[in-house]
T-cell receptor
Framework: NAGVMQNPRHLVRRRGQEARLRCSPMKGHSHVYWYRQLPEEGLKFMVYLQKENIIDESGMPKERFSAEFPKEGPSILRIQQVVRGDSAAYFC??????????????FGSGTQLSVL | TQLLEQSPQFLSIQEGENLTVYCNSSSVFSSLQWYRQEPGEGPVLLVTVVTGGEVKKLKRLTFQFGDARKDSSLHITAAQPGDTGLYLCAGTSGTYKYIFGTGTRLKVLA
């Protein structure tokens, strides 16, 4: 039973390019979350999606960032016109249902984005 | 805005020593989780506490949720090099949105 799969593990982009980060949740999980982690910091919530729906994108910058979770295929976090400040580790997590108290989140290994 | 502060930020100890890591907030959480994260990997859940005053044990790790559900601690007995990593607490008020602490980076020297 594969865990949460993220790819690529490492992504290098030049300023102004686009970055696409992919996340395949665990089998049977229909809820996906994206978090960003800067060096020496904790994780910051970005967006919560269910299949074909964005539930909460309050943690995601309104410009240049977008996320989707189509009916078929992985969830995609897209960053347009990247800047150096976008360099960070981006983690995806999934859960089987709407998490309430104590629901377990399963995290992927992350994508390390470096913007030159 | 809910914030979770962890202390200490960094901790370097010798194998066999005991240690306690703290997670504090001015906000009340309905549940709190502790994760361990190793370099280049995602966080892995260690435990979830939901009741004020609750104590949970996981081998040499003891987790406690404060009576008022605003703070938590993680105590490790006889630390081993394999305990090395970043320890994160994360709290929720009952929704999907987990607030993560800033983390405690632990290094256990052999």
């Amino acid at each position: 039973n594969a865990g949460v799969m993220q790819n690529p593990r490492h992504l290098v982009r030049r300023r102004g390019q686009e970055a696409r980060l992919r996340c395949s949740p665990m089998k049977g999980h229909s809820h996906v979350y994206w978090y960003r982690q800067l060096p020496e910091e904790g994780l910051k919530f970005m967006v919560y999606l269910q299949k074909e729906n964005i539930i909460d994108e309050s943690g995601m910058p309104k410009e240049r960032f977008s996320a989707e979770f189509p009916k078929e295929g992985p969830s995609i976090l897209r960053i347009q016109q990247v800047v150096r400040g976008d360099s960070a580790a981006y983690f995806c997590a999934s859960s089987p249902s709407t998490p309430g108290t104590g629901e377990k989140l399963f995290f992927g290994s992350g994508t390390q984005l470096s913007v030159l | 805005t809910q914030l979770l502060e962890q202390s200490p930020q960094f901790l370097s100890i010798q194998e066999g020593e005991n240690l306690t890591v703290y997670c504090n907030s001015s906000s009340v959480f309905s549940s709190l989780q502790w994760y361990r994260q190793e370099p280049g990997e995602g966080p892995v859940l260690l435990v979830t506490v939901v009741t004020g005053g609750e104590v949970k044990k996981l081998k040499r790790l003891t987790f406690q949720f404060g009576d008022a559900r605003k703070d938590s601690s993680l105590h490790i007995t006889a630390a081993q090099p394999g305990d090395t990593g970043l320890y994160l607490c994360a709290g929720t008020s009952g929704t999907y949105k987990y607030i993560f602490g800033t983390g405690t980076r632990l290094k256990v020297l052999a």
